[in-house]
């Protein structure tokens, strides 16, 4: 039997599991838990507090290790939502080196370049759409699919995963694992009543 705070084997392997795709049914199911139960077991894992330790725990030293931060994540999505093309258009780009040259906001609109069949050098922007939808999901602009649930303001505080609340380094991990062990339950009861 394990102690209190310690992991059982499938328990890190869990942990391990959620890393990859913040999944808990999927990483549940990697983990060796039946694929017919890894939804309950997900929903139990949630709730024990050395797995949400150690899930809190190895998403702050992921966001040390790569310094990937929700603002730096934000900022690139604003840069390729805004960028405006009339400026890349005006640079003069004849070659890759003018691609360099190009201010350093500017340049993550470059998703590609090469040459047409004359010769000519062409550039190939990033599509601005993804971008912007990204970003209103975040700011909550978008009802998700089925709309709102009971209790769900329109800015996506208060109710399942995806509102705009926080990670990344520095700590603000167990809100969101507080949300989706929540939103887990609340689709378990809710599988349970349809029975």
């Not at 507090?49 to 809190?56: D, K, L």
């Not at 208060?158 to 603000?172: C, H």
């Amino acid at each position: 039997m394990a102690r209190k705070n310690k992991l059982t084997e499938r328990q890190r392997r869990f942990v391990e599991e959620y890393l990859i795709d913040v999944n808990v049914s999927a990483a549940a199911a990697r983990a060796g838990y039946s694929a017919h139960t890894a939804r309950h077991n997900a929903c139990r894992l949630m709730r024990n507090p050395a797995v949400r330790a150690a899930i809190e725990a190895a998403l702050n030293a992921r966001a040390e290790r790569t310094r990937i931060t929700q603002d730096k994540v934000l900022e690139a999505l604003a840069a390729l939502a805004f960028y405006d093309p009339g400026e890349i258009a005006g640079a003069g780009i004849e070659s890759p080196a003018d691609i360099a040259r190009l201010p350093a906001r500017l340049r993550p609109a470059v998703a590609g370049w090469g040459w047409d069949a004359k010769g000519r050098f062409r550039v190939h922007l990033a599509g601005r759409h993804p971008a912007l939808a990204a970003l209103a999901r975040h700011l909550g602009l978008f009802p998700p699919r089925g709309g709102y649930r009971p209790g769900e303001a329109p800015d996506g505080k208060g109710g399942g995963p995806g509102g705009n609340k926080g990670g990344g380094a520095g700590g603000g991990a167990s809100e969101p694992l507080d949300e989706t062990a929540r939103w887990l339950e609340e689709v378990l009861r809710e599988e349970e009543a349809g029975k």
